[in-house]
């Protein structure tokens, strides 16, 4: 296993669009997390599965904000009508119960225009 | 409201200068300690995990402790490599929550 894959690496979009960003954790791992980080700043919470539920969501996460993990493995999160705010790194993350840490992807960058 | 504090933002250091960089945190109920690491561009690295004052784990040049207010990054003889952004997180709250608390981190370079 390569670690928590991230995909894509970078995306530029118009204010307005839609965008989705998709993560593969670590197979043996049943936690799956999504956090987002400005630069300068430390990782700030978005939201958490166990397996396929979603059991945590930071009250950052607007209506505009979706994600999902439709059987427990990857993971999609979405935004729709994005807006400059929006800009930012936006990392996924996975562990397994009882697990010391997680282990982070590379991050998509999104910036919009 | 829990909070989660790094200093200094930023340090220089030379090659084989040690120092030691301060995560400070004001929590309910504290959980687990967590340093990470992070490259430009990329994604943090896990370093430590301590879970209860007077803990201390060690990694090649870095060493860190936990006190009940703070925890201690030490870097002994740091290497150019070292250079990256050490970040602080606390897991902390009811057994329900799975969340990190991040801090701003600390941007260490360390010179040749």
């Known amino acids: 296993d390569t670690g928590v894959s991230q995909d894509p690496r970078h995306k530029i979009t118009k204010r307005g669009q839609n965008v989705t960003f998709r993560c593969d954790p670590i197979s043996e791992h049943n936690r799956l997390y999504w956090y987002r980080q400005t630069l300068g700043q430390g990782p700030e919470f978005l939201t958490y599965f166990q397996n396929e539920a979603q059991l945590e969501k930071s009250r950052l996460l607007s209506d505009r904000f979706s994600a999902e993990r439709p059987k427990g493995s990857f993971s999609t999160l979405e935004i729709q009508r994005t807006e400059q705010g929006d800009s930012a790194m936006y990392l996924c993350?996975?562990?397994?119960?009882?697990?010391?840490?997680?282990?982070f992807g590379s991050g998509t960058r999104l910036t919009v225009v | 409201e829990d909070q989660v504090t790094q200093s200094p933002e930023a340090l220089r250091l030379q090659e084989g200068e040690s120092s030691s960089l301060n995560c400070s945190y004001t929590v309910s109920g504290l959980r687990g300690l967590f340093w990470y690491r992070q490259d430009p561009g990329k994604g943090p690295e896990f370093l430590f995990t301590l879970y209860s004052a007077g803990e201390e784990k060690e990694k090649e040049r870095l060493k860190a402790t936990l006190t009940k207010k703070e925890s201690f990054l030490h870097i002994t003889a740091p290497k150019p490599e070292d250079s990256a952004t050490y970040l602080c997180a606390v897991q902390a709250g009811t057994s329900g929550t799975y969340k990190y608390i991040f801090g701003t981190g600390t941007r260490l370079k360390v010179l040749a």
């Open positions: 993350a996975s562990s397994w119960t009882g697990g010391y840490g997680y282990t």
